[in-house]
């Protein structure tokens, strides 16, 4: 049973840093396609940061130069560094895992599996 578990939410002032970490298991980790999504109140469900499992990266305008995502695949954990945060980036951020597509010149995550969320809360 496939299981993502996110961790390293929590709240800071615009300009700061954090790093969300999603542990994933009950599968071969490099078999999936791998991202973050964010979902603020009100607001659609958007992508925020995709990776292949060669480590191809593509992220959303809004959070490029600002948001770095990786993974270890020995450790099954995938991260999502981000930093320069400002309050719009407050939402629930989500890990992902599913097939992978790419079209207009980004990787997307066809999303079979998600992980429960973990809160960002950035304050002006």
């Known amino acids: 049973q496939v299981q993502l578990v996110e961790s390293g939410g929590g709240s800071v002032q615009a300009g700061g840093s954090l790093k969300l970490s999603c542990a994933a298991s009950?599968?071969?980790?490099?078999?999936?396609?791998m991202g973050w999504f964010r979902q603020a109140p009100g607001k659609e469900r958007e992508g925020v940061a995709a990776?292949?499992?060669?480590?191809?990266?593509s992220y959303a305008d809004s959070v490029k130069g600002r948001f770095t995502i990786s993974q270890d695949n020995a450790k099954n954990t995938l991260y999502l560094q981000m930093n320069s945060l400002k309050p719009e980036d407050t939402a629930m951020y989500f890990c992902?895992?599913?097939?992978?597509?790419?079209?207009?010149?980004?990787?997307?995550?066809?999303?079979?599996?998600w992980g429960q969320g973990t809160q960002v809360t950035v304050s002006s």
């Open positions: 990776i292949d499992s060669d480590g191809g990266t």
């Open positions: 992902a895992a599913g097939d992978c597509t790419y079209y207009g010149g980004q990787w997307h995550v066809l999303v079979q599996h």
């Open positions: 009950g599968y071969t980790y490099s078999t999936y396609c």
